[in-house]
């Protein structure tokens, strides 16, 4: 079986651009939520996503958005990216939106510059 | 405020010894706890995980202890293989906000080196 996708893998951008960042989840899973991991630190909560609709949302600002689709695959969205928002981006799906092991992709990493 | 904490930022270890590592969380909101094992360039690997009702569970080589009254978990793993040289990050599962919405908090990892 295939494990949770992320598409791009690496992503360079500009200060004030707007990047999309993809993923699909492991067959069966329902729930998406998106972490991001800056260097020497563990992943941090950004959302999840279960059955279409925002479950949770973490201390991120509105630039911050994303969506599921009907297919369970999920976007992130960051407009307006500062220096800050370099980091690795990372996807998990679980089955639904309390089972408790979420499994990650391999990540985006994005670089802002 | 760190909730998860894995104050060893690294550890050696002999290959075929034990290895150890710590975590400490300070919110008693948390119900479930994991231990996610990362290599450079991929995305963290789910290991082994425990509920708070539990105070041991084994996988293997694996082994996850669960200390409620002094907010502490660890990681054994015995023998320690050369392949388990990787970032360990301990996590821990709570209700975000009330909103039916279950997030993971994490430490900071540890990296593990298993020396041959």
């Known amino acids: 079986d295939a494990g949770v996708t992320q598409s791009p893998t690496h992503l360079i951008k500009t200060r004030g651009q707007h990047v999309t960042l993809r993923c699909s989840p492991i067959s069966g899973h329902k729930s998406v939520s998106w972490y991001q991991q800056v260097l020497g630190q563990g992943p941090q909560f950004i959302f999840q996503y279960y059955e279409k609709e925002e479950r949770g949302r973490g201390n991120f600002p509105d630039r911050f958005s994303a969506r599921q689709f009907p297919n369970y695959s999920s976007e992130l969205n960051v407009n307006a990216l500062l220096l800050g928002d370099s980091a690795l981006y990372l996807c998990a799906s679980s089955l639904g939106h309390r089972a408790y092991e979420q499994y990650f992709g391999p990540g985006t990493r994005l670089t802002v510059t | 405020d760190q909730q998860v904490k894995q104050n060893s930022p690294s550890l050696s270890v002999q290959e075929g010894r034990i290895s150890i590592l710590n975590c400490d969380y300070t919110n008693s909101m948390f119900d479930y706890f994991l231990w996610y094992k990362k290599y450079p360039a991929e995305g963290p690997t789910f290991l082994i995980s425990i509920s708070s009702i539990k105070d041991k569970n084994e996988d293997g080589r694996f082994t996850v202890f669960l200390n409620k009254s002094a907010k502490h978990l660890s990681l054994h793993i015995v023998p320690s293989q050369p392949g388990d040289s990787a970032v360990y990050f301990c996590?821990?599962?709570?209700?975000?906000?009330?909103?039916?919405?279950?997030?993971?908090?994490f430490g900071k990892g540890t990296k593990l080196s298993v020396i041959p």
């Open positions: 996590a821990a599962s709570s209700e975000h906000s009330g909103a039916g919405s279950y997030q993971l908090t």
